[in-house]
T-cell receptor, first 115, second 111 residues
Framework: GDSVTQMEGPVTLSEEAFLTINCTYT??????LFWYVQYPGEGLQLLLK?????DKGSNKGFEATYRKETTSFHLEKGSVQVSDSAVYFC??????????????FGKGTHLIIQP | NAGVTQTPKFRILKIGQSMTLQCTQD?????MYWYRQDPGMGLKLIYY???????DKGEVPNGYNVSRSTTEDFPLRLELAAPSQTSVYFC??????????FGDGTRLSIL
């Protein structure tokens, strides 16, 4: 079945550092890929998405590129802030458009940004 | 715009008790989902629905039941609570061509 693997945390960085959170996936067909963020005590919020190979999703300074050749969707940000501290989840949907199946999630990466 | 609303936010149950977790969405989404999140793990799909009157099992459906009588509501029922069902439960709507939108979760403890 489908699966998502993301780097273990916690990841601790200083403010203004460069961030990379690795995510790789296994899926048949042409999945859509997502990054969700979860702040303490809250639900998941969509951060960005990509629906086909070579698409780049971006939002709030975060970026991720859908790489089919390496089955990866790594999350990057050039300069992190304390407010970026949260848990980040990589997820896939088995369909590039349409389809009702639920998302398959990675285990999450806890990011801690120190001032 | 409320989005996805879950109640209650917290609950403690005794083993063998039953309860219903409520979920309502106001975005007119056809697809709705229930996930559980265990510590250090990603979310696992329990049940989902593609529209009123239609539900289907996800990855971890045992011990749960759902119904979908309206587009807006998708309650999750635990009939005989067990300690293994201690978790945080998230309802979501969307899917298909739309990203999934999540509620704030229900933290459930079974003692």
């Amino acid at each position: 079945g489908d699966s998502v693997t993301q780097m273990e945390g916690p990841v601790t960085l200083s403010e203004e550092a460069f961030l990379t959170i690795n995510c790789t996936y296994t899926a048949t067909g042409y999945p859509s890929l997502f990054w969700y963020v979860q702040y303490p005590g809250e639900g998941l919020q969509l951060l960005l998405k990509a629906t086909k190979a070579d698409d780049k999703g971006s939002n709030k300074g975060f970026e991720a590129t859908y790489r089919k050749e390496t089955t990866s969707f790594h999350l990057e940000k050039g300069s992190v802030q304390v407010s970026d501290s949260a848990v980040y989840f990589c997820a896939l949907s088995p369909y590039s458009g349409g389809g009702a199946d639920g998302l398959t999630f990675g285990k999450g990466t806890h990011l801690i940004i120190q001032p | 715009n409320a989005g996805v609303t879950q109640t209650p936010k917290f609950r403690i149950l005794k083993i063998g008790q039953s309860m219903t977790l409520q979920c309502t969405q106001d975005m007119n989404h056809n697809y709705m989902y229930w996930y559980r999140q265990d510590p250090g793990m990603g979310l696992k799909l329990i049940y989902y629905s593609v529209g009123a009157g239609i539900t289907d099992k996800g990855e971890v459906p045992n011990g749960y039941n759902v119904s979908r009588s309206t587009t807006e509501d998708f309650p999750l029922r635990l009939e005989l609570a067990a300690p293994s069902q201690t978790s945080v439960y998230f309802c979501a709507s969307g899917g298909g061509n739309q990203p999934q939108h999540f509620g704030d979760g229900t933290r459930l403890s079974i003692l």
